[in-house]
Every structure is written in C-alpha cells, then in structure tokens.
C-alpha cells in the first residue's frame, strides 16, 4: 500500500493484533477502520470514555492542509479534527476505511483520549518512530 501522505510504499508493523501501516520516509501511519479503537481498547478500558472519545471528532470543511486519497479506494479524504485546545488534524475517509495520521498525530490522538505515556503502546511507538 502506499503512504497518502508521499506516496512511498508502506510497511506494516503489529501491535497486539492491530496491523499499523506505517511510512518509513514522511512517519505517516494509516489505521484501518477500527483499529484505532482496538489501540485504545487496552488502555481505555471504560468503553463509556472510549464512546466519548470518538463522537468527539468532527468534520472540517475547509483547512490549510493537502487533501490526500484514501490509499484504499482513492476518493479524497476528509479533513478531522479532534480536541480543541491542541487540535488534531487528520485524514479519514468518507467511505470509512480508514485514518491517515502524519508523524507524531498518532502519539496526540493517543495522548488526547486519555492515555497514560507509561502504557506500552506507547514505548512501542516511540521506539517504532524514532527509528528513523
Ligand atoms: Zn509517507
Ligand atoms: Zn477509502
């Protein structure tokens, strides 16, 4: 699969059971649908804040960032954001395959919803992305 953020061929690599594409080159991660929720089922265990966490993406309609295709049926994605105060961006697409991430969003999103840093996600993530 190709990253949608540059175009360069991605690797996968396992969480648990969540297969994370991610881009060697720009740091991109794509998730497939659900597999975000599967990321924070270990943490976020109350499925209350894990709901809560979710309904509160919204669209936006217009921003300074590049549209980007979804990598699996290639329509233009649309523009999400999550969080106010240090908002999130990021790419998902309409015909819900997916969330495209840039370097460092996963991390945010992850932090946002309520993750503790200590939780091993994120060592492993931090050791995956400060690889290169
Ligand atoms: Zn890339
Ligand atoms: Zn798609």
Redesign the pocket.
């Known amino acids: 699969m190709n990253c949608p953020g540059c175009g360069e061929v991605m690797i996968i690599v396992e969480w648990a059971e969540v297969e994370i594409d991610y881009c060697l080159r720009c740091g991109g991660v794509w998730l497939d649908a659900g597999e975000l929720e599967l990321l924070l089922a270990g943490s976020l265990t109350d499925s209350k804040a894990r709901e809560h966490f979710l309904a509160a993406f919204h669209h936006v309609a217009k921003t300074g960032e590049k549209k980007r295709k ?1 990598p ?2 290639h ?1 233009v994605m649309a523009k999400v954001q999550y969080g106010q105060e240090l908002p999130v961006l990021f790419d998902k ?3 819900e ?2 969330i495209f991430l840039d370097q460092g969003e996963l991390a945010a999103l992850l932090t946002s919803a309520g993750m503790r840093t200590d939780e091993p996600v994120f060592t492993y993530l931090k050791t995956l992305f400060q690889g290169n």
């Open positions: 979804c699996r049926c329509k697409c309409v015909k395959h997916g």
